[in-house]
């Protein structure tokens, strides 16, 4: 049995990238590295769409969200967060540990935040020194439009816009230069395309003004330290080498492709994969919906529709998380996908519905997609 | 030409690990990440010789170290560190980041700090919390006697242990439980053989203890929540899927081989290519000297002996770091070598020596080191 992982981080490796981070191992203080890191750098400033240095450090996401806040902020600080999902609750969660005054907005898992519910909150707690926002919400699928969201805040706001862009990188457009974000993160296993243990972080001129006050403490993830070892072409600690080696070749298969058609061929199989879904009678979960991950309600009565997919057909999708467990399933779509696999993936859906005896039109899963796909290469 | 890697981290890695590294991604939720997870977990205990948990973080072992502080201190906590190598000195930079009152031994560099001068600062300091300890000092080859010392410290030392096993962890006899350590870290890339990416850390039920009093912040490297998700044969973050998978098989190739003929091999092939440099006229830097990595001055005059050795023979080892740059290299032998990699070494810097006109006799290099290797393995 093919098996195929549809799970939002880790995505699947290209094939070609898994046999280059087979190579014998080099060092990294070798000029053989150094090359690779300096257009890792450059393609990294590409994708985000900025002229500032784009950091990566060796740890999961939440390391670099970690960083993103004892780099920026100080003891007692005010904070706007959104807790509309596990990732959006996590900014919170770590704001604890540091004893800031988190001012909470709380949404309805599946939900994105609106402008006026921050809004609302900034005249409530006007001494805000940042809004921490997530642009695509792994756990639920949900899109954030931080696009909107950032340029209606900044006309009256001169804190930090800090991004949780974790799974929106590579899926979405994100404009850091453009959109006057202040911080934003993400990690290798999603859409860039490569195994987990990188993670990433920018930071604008005003992040990095408030970095000199910042009374918070922090070693592994000074990125002052990070940075002045960038500027040599170098990191502060002992890179994870191989995922670097292999990030080298999947930004310059993003390049080839260009960021822009990235984006949209992600709109593309997120679009199909919707309709797909809902052709086969599926309740889609999220609104708006991120292109990164679709999530859906899993058929009533019928939660092993996850376990049969992975057993008999070898898809292994990912569940809902916290209270949403046994509710709703999630589908990635994000990186190393193309039309072809999201037409497998309805495919199968179709051939599990039929084995749990659940009503549908054969093929109409499949069919639909493809025209979306259709529909959607014509307009784009 | 071949090219071969003589670092102390990374080092070379095994080559059946390389393609095991280069299979299709696993999400880390599945039982077959848990089941790897689970022997790996097992074999870590095994390697330390504990039966605590030995915990797997996502980042390079400076965070580990990170960890080992902000886990089980608290603000204005007295401490004892040895600065007698840039790892050394390491323990004493986290210190200051989070408030702890260093008392910091400065020994040269070269040479291991004595029982006396701990006792000495101990005396001196005797509301000390923690004494920090470096195993094996990478960046001059010197190796600590951590069993002697703990022994004698700990008949009247309630505090930490606190030891620095990166590069001494695989290449070294440490007994975690038997000679009462209360925590020891080590990195992936060392005597574990696999990419960089990964750091482990094990703690003792007194260090343990101290976590529930600790004051200083800590989300991503939590060592509650670690142990927690351990528990469940879990990571709290996403883990570098692929180096845990790589990590398995290197454990098991450890196990095959047994720790203690680890460590055996490790001395052997570190007496052995001392004896080999000392025939061939160079001067040996540490004392005494660590099995994982050993270092000798550059000839006199000849500092490019590095250079061409990777130009021309294809042989990456590592300069001195700091003020010894320009003055010592530095030869690793942690991890996987065998006898065939040392005589390598030494042929080619035969062969180097000729090219820079430095008078030796040749084959004696090669020659001795033979002897030594027989004479230790009838012997060990």
């Known amino acids: 049995?093919?098996?195929?992982?549809?799970?939002?981080g880790p995505t699947p490796v290209p094939e070609h990238i898994m046999v280059t981070m087979a190579q014998p191992m080099v060092h990294h203080r070798t000029d053989e590295f150094k090359d690779a890191f300096v257009e890792v750098n450059e393609n990294l400033k590409y994708l985000f769409c900025t002229e500032q240095p784009v950091l990566t450090l060796t740890s999961s996401g939440s390391g670099a969200m970690e960083a993103a806040i004892v780099n920026t902020l100080s003891r007692g600080d005010h904070i706007i967060t959104v807790n509309g999902g596990k990732f959006g609750k996590r900014w919170g969660k770590i704001s604890e540990v540091y004893d800031l005054i988190n001012h909470q907005i709380d949404v309805e898992w599946g939900s994105a935040v609106s402008i006026e519910q921050i809004r609302a909150e900034l005249d409530k707690a006007p001494d805000t020194q940042a809004i921490f926002l997530t642009h695509s919400e792994t756990s639920t699928g949900v899109f954030t439009d931080v696009e909107a969201m950032a340029q209606e805040i900044r006309s009256d706001f001169d804190g930090l816009?800090?991004?949780?862009?974790?799974?929106?990188v590579g899926a979405h457009e994100m404009r850091f230069d453009d959109w006057e974000l202040d911080i934003v993160v993400t990690g290798s296993q999603k859409?860039?395309?490569?195994?987990p243990g990188l993670a990433f972080i920018a930071l604008s001129d005003r992040a990095w003004k408030s970095t000199e006050k910042s009374d918070l403490p922090s070693f592994y993830f000074d990125l002052g330290q990070a940075r002045k070892a960038f500027e040599k072409g170098d990191t502060a600690w002992t890179p994870a080498v191989t995922l670097i080696m292999g990030l080298k070749e999947s930004l310059a298969m993003i390049r080839r492709e260009g960021r822009e058609d990235v984006w949209k061929r992600h709109a593309r199989l997120a679009a199909g994969l919707r309709s797909?879904?809902?052709?086969?009678g599926f309740k889609l979960f999220a609104s708006p919906p991120s292109n990164a991950v679709t999530s859906a309600y899993l058929p009533k009565g019928q939660e092993k529709f996850q376990k049969v997919m992975k057993e008999r057909y070898g898809i292994t999708m990912a569940g809902g998380q916290e209270h949403l467990k046994g509710k709703i399933?999630?589908?990635s779509h994000l990186g190393y996908y193309d039309e072809g696999d999201m037409l497998t993936f309805l495919h199968y859906a179709e051939r599990t519905l039929s084995d749990l005896d659940i009503a549908f039109e054969a093929g109409v899963g499949v069919?639909?997609?493809?025209?979306?796909?259709?529909?959607?290469?014509?307009?784009q």
């Open 161 to 168: 816009i800090i991004v949780d862009g974790i799974t929106a």
């Open 1 to 8: 049995m093919k098996t195929r992982l549809f799970t939002p």
């Open 329 to 331: 399933f999630r589908v």
């Open 191 to 195: 859409g860039l395309m490569i195994p």
């Open 276 to 280: 797909g879904l809902t052709a086969l």
């Open 367 to 379: 069919a639909t997609a493809q025209q979306t796909f259709s529909t959607l290469l014509s307009t």
